[in-house]
């Protein structure tokens, strides 16, 4: 995971997955993506996490809602 999806390109939103990470949440099962996003909420929701992390699990969580 060294390598950013991010863009300077203005049209694409700057993200911090990877496309190998969304490729993984796409081929998911839909149990085991459930789960994970239910985790990814409880990481929101129990507070604790900084910026950089809190907009990952938001990430995390929208591409898992898919």
Known sequence: M?????STDKNTPATS?????????????????????IQAVQALETGGLNLDQSMRQWEIGEALAK
């Open 2 to 6: 060294t390598e950013n999806a991010t």
């Open 17 to 37: 997955l990877t496309d190998k990470e969304r490729e993984l949440i796409v081929q998911m099962p839909y149990e085991e993506a459930r789960d994970k996003l």
